[in-house]
């Protein structure tokens, strides 16, 4: 997995490719942490993931409960394989998802 | 009477003929094919030979003062009574026609309309008789004579009526005719019924006296009070009229007497010509003179002496009536003596002027209380039998049918008080019974669906999922239970056993001789004796205590799953059908032994043959075969293989449900007769399934295990999303083994995975030694709840069952097992 954060003034842009898993997932959350302090807005881009697993859902939803005080939270460009994982664990109801 | 002896001897002759008739025609009906004509015609030869018998009692009957006495009656009354109503109004009818123009050639014209009418009568009573009075059976001698004797007197009731305006006459001939007709007719209906009831008798000899109904109990004792009563009622007007003939004779012969003695008194010597008279019709005076010589007029007895002329004179008192004799003619006298002059003047009257009137109003009682005491006794009859015989056979018809086993029918007799709690009593024992027998119905229902309940449990029918065979079976029960079975289980020695059996008979007494053969046949085969021995030593226990003499029809294999080697033994049952890969199924033709429980000591013989992986076993009971259709055609084994070469399957449950449907269809509404038993079996075979292991699991593996799977996967031509849904699934259990099955030392973990031929999906297995942890215990989370709520973890298991079609968890051997499959 590789992560690539564009800020912008009050909102990032995380950008993602690869697999978010258990091996992974540390990393993502690693990258949210260092950046997410007085963000207003967060944008996690799904445009190249491959697949996410619960390791990676709980770095998410962390992220969301955080900007759920602060701003709001964004996942865009999210694949028809990926939207079934969010569809299926209930994320699809509790987060901004826009599909690809 | 002297004259009647003659009369009566003669009128035999024809009465002979009447009995020989009915002897030969009850013969005829008993012993030969006449039997075998129809009723009608039966009757129609009988009524013409009686008929014939009639006509010749009349050409020889016996000429009294223009009438003529015959048997004529008794031939139509022998026939109706003896054979049947029918015969009796044809033999009738001729009789009587014939009888009436029988008066042109010389037989009494006088009597011709009432002798016809009569014997036309006698055959529709005679008819009458048998059909409503002795239920259409011969009567017994008894009523045969007062049948004939009672139809004589309705006969010469018949004269009297037709000939009214000759009553002299016509009562002159009925006091000749009456008794020998009376003696000739009733006797001739009674020898003839007497000799049809000895030869009857004698044919049913050595059999128990036939129980007699209620109306011929009643019979006799009614019988015997009316001729009681006719006998009293007789005799005491016998007797009240004798007497007032001889007071009368008395009043009139007294007097004749004061009259002579008074007209003595004033001419003491005309004393003759006063005592020339006439007493009554043709009574007369006797004067004698003191030396007893009769002096009076009547010219016959003058001079002669008094005491030799009137006998009985001379011990009688004078002035009282007395019996004497005159010539030998009977004669009612009184005399008295006079002083002045001394005569002795005795009057006299015939006895049978005295009677005559008593005789004649004797004869025509007689006749008139027979005819009512007849009337009386056929009356009373009725009454009884419509009371009470109909009633109970009313009832009786009723429970014949309830006997029969139509408990719906109700009793329905409400014409007394006593036939009414009769009917009551009746159909409430009817109604208990009923809920008895129901009740009864339904713990028998209860119990067998508990029997088959048993009997379903004890057979396998949870089918495991392997990589290296597929197996499937039903067993369908004609009735609650029955006696088919099949068995399925690995014996020690890892050889997977099959067998399918089929027990004689069925229902209960098979499904318990089926659970014996079972237990045999299991016992001996997880021992992991050879197949032959199994069942060599199976048969000598079934043979034990096998009194109700059952048998079974068994086929077992014994595989061995790694190699495909299988080793069978047949005990008389259907040949299995095999399909080798890429050939259509065929049966495998074996020899087979003898079944199990037939004979003690058989010794078994053990066959073998080898299964290739994709082989198929399919093994079946007679019910899959011999199921019928409504024309009573079999399935066959034909149509068996056509069924099976025909089926687009993928498993083994989809060929027994395919069998099943053909064979359903085929026998339609038609009743299931038998049990339908299969098992299907499929070798896949044991390659080793692609693993990767770890001695130490870490999370640190997992990009090199989902690296390996995918490798795998790819050779399956699976596409990226299904990799990328395994993949998901490896991250989350691979981790969870990493971090919670073991402590800080970590332990091994095993990852294999395969693509399963048989159901076509993909197979993921995982296998750690550490502490028993089932997930699929987890509960799932609740993922309707808001961000802020929702908890941090437990989300990887409940998308583990999301993406996998199937997921089992075994612990076995201190390894946690679990098993996941998806279709591809």
């Known amino acids: ?100 | 009477m002297e004259t009647y002896l003659p009369l009566t001897v003669k009128l035999f002759g024809a009465s002979c003929i009447i009995i020989a008739l009915s002897v030969m025609f009850y013969i005829l009906d008993k012993r030969t094919t006449f039997k075998n004509l129809s009723h009608s015609y039966k009757q129609i030869i009988i009524g013409v030979l009686f008929g014939a018998a009639a006509i010749f009692s009349t050409e020889f009957g016996v000429d009294i003062g223009g009438a003529t006495a015959n048997c004529r009656d008794a031939a139509a009354l022998s026939a109706g009574l003896l054979f049947g109503p029918q015969a009796g109004i044809i033999a009738g009818l001729i009789g009587g026609v014939e009888r009436y123009l029988a008066a042109a050639w010389g037989v009494g014209e006088y009597s011709k309309l009432a002798c016809s009418l009569s014997t036309v009568l006698a055959g529709f009573f005679a008819g009458f008789l048998r059909k409503y009075m002795f239920d259409n059976k011969k009567p017994t001698v008894v009523f045969a004579f007062s049948t004939g004797a009672i139809m004589e007197v309705i006969h010469m009731t018949v004269i009297f009526l037709t000939k009214l305006s000759d009553p002299v006459k016509a009562f002159h001939i009925v006091k000749i005719c009456s008794m020998p007709m009376m003696l000739v007719n009733g006797l001739s209906v009674m020898l003839s019924t007497l000799a049809i009831t000895l030869l009857a008798k004698r044919k049913k000899t050595g059999k128990e006296k036939k129980e007699r109904s209620i109306s011929q109990l009643f019979q006799t004792p009614l019988l015997a009070v009316i001729v009681l009563s006719f006998i009293l009622s007789t005799t005491f007007t016998y007797f009240v009229q004798t007497s007032y003939s001889l007071n009368y004779a008395k009043e009139t012969l007294e007097v004749n007497i004061k009259d002579i003695i008074s007209g003595a008194e004033k001419y003491p010597d005309k004393i003759n010509e006063i005592a020339d008279r006439h007493i009554g019709k043709s009574g007369f005076v006797f004067i004698a003179d003191s030396n007893g010589k009769i002096v009076s007029n009547s010219t016959e007895f003058n001079n002669k002496d008094l005491n030799a002329t009137l006998k009985g004179i001379e011990s009688a008192r004078p002035d009282t009536v007395f019996n004497g004799e005159i010539n030998g003619e009977s004669y009612i006298c009184e005399y008295t003596r006079l002083i002045n002059p001394k005569v002795t003047i005795a009057t006299v009257l015939p006895s049978e002027e005295v009677y005559s009137e008593r005789d004649d109003m004797s004869y025509v009682n007689t006749h008139v209380e027979i005819l009512i005491f007849a009337a009386l006794f056929t009356v009373i009859y009725f009454i009884v039998k419509e009371i009470v015989v109909k009633k109970i056979r009313l009832i009786n018809k009723d429970l014949g049918r309830i006997i029969n086993g139509d408990l719906e029918t109700k009793i329905d007799v409400y014409s007394s008080s006593e036939f009414a709690s009769l009917s009551n009593d009746i159909n409430s024992t009817i109604n208990t019974l009923k809920q008895y027998i129901a009740e009864a119905a339904g713990r028998i229902d209860k119990e067998l669906a508990f029997a088959k309940n048993i009997q379903h449990s004890a057979l396998p029918n949870i089918f495991p999922n392997r990589p290296d065979f597929d197996i499937y079976a039903t067993m369908d029960t004609a009735k609650e239970v029955g006696g088919d079975f099949y068995d399925f289980y690995m014996n020690h020695s890892k050889k997977l056993n099959l067998l399918i059996a089929d027990v004689s008979g069925k229902g209960i007494p098979a499904a318990m001789f089926m659970m014996r053969a079972k237990s045999e046949l299991k016992g001996f085969a997880e021992l992991d004796i050879p197949i032959d021995e199994v069942f060599t030593n199976a048969n000598e226990g079934l043979c034990e205590g096998n009194d109700a003499g059952m048998f079974v029809t068994a086929w077992q294999a014994q595989v061995n799953l790694e190699n495909g080697a299988v080793d069978f033994t047949n005990a008389g049952h259907n040949p299995p059908v095999i399909k080798r890969a890429g050939e259509p199924f065929t049966y495998l033709k074996s020899k087979a032994g003898l079944v199990l429980a037939g004979m003690e000591g058989f010794k078994y013989k053990k066959q073998s043959f080898q299964l290739e992986p994709g082989d198929i076993i399919f093994l079946y009971t007679d019910g899959v075969t011999e199921a019928t259709d409504k024309n009573n055609d079999l399935f066959g084994e034909e149509r068996l293989l056509d069924t099976l070469n025909n089926a687009e399957f993928d498993t083994m449950q989809d060929i027994c449900r395919i069998v099943k449907e053909a064979v359903d269809e085929f026998v339609g509404d038609s009743p299931q007769f038998d049990d339908i038993t299969m098992l299907a079996f499929k070798y896949i075979g044991t390659e080793p399934i692609p693993s990767i292991e770890s001695e130490k699991a870490s999370i640190d593996d997992i990009p090199k295990v989902t690296e390996f799977v995918e490798t795998e996967l790819e050779k399956y031509g699976c596409d990226i999303k299904t990799i990328n849904s395994i993949n998901i699934v490896i991250d989350e259990i691979y981790s969870n083994i990493s971090k919670f099955a073991y402590g800080e030392n970590g332990g091994p973990v095993k990852v294999q995975v395969h693509k399963k031929k048989s159901h076509n999906s993909i197979e993921l297995i995982f296998t750690d030694e550490g502490r028993p942890y089932n997930p699929l215990m987890k509960s799932d989370p609740n993922i309707t709840l808001s961000a802020q709520e929702r908890e941090i973890g437990g989300l990887g298991i409940f998308m583990v069952k999301k993406i996998m079609d199937e997921i089992k968890y075994e612990y076995i051997g201190g390894k946690n097992i679990l098993t996941m499959e998806k279709k591809i």
Do not use: C, H, W
């Open chain 1, 1 to 100: 997995m590789t992560v690539n954060t564009i800020k912008n003034a009050g909102a990032i842009t995380i950008e993602i490719s690869g697999r978010i898993d258990t091996t992974t997932a540390p990393q993502l959350e690693k990258e949210v942490n260092d950046n997410i302090a007085g963000v207003s807005e967060l944008i996690f881009d799904f445009k190249d993931v491959a697949y996410i697993s619960s390791a990676g859902l709980r770095v998410l939803l962390t992220a969301q409960k955080v900007m759920n005080q602060q701003g709001k939270m964004k996942i865009v460009n999210v694949s028809k394989d990926i939207m079934e994982i969010f569809d299926i664990t209930g994320f699809a109801d509790i987060m901004d998802i826009q599909r690809s």
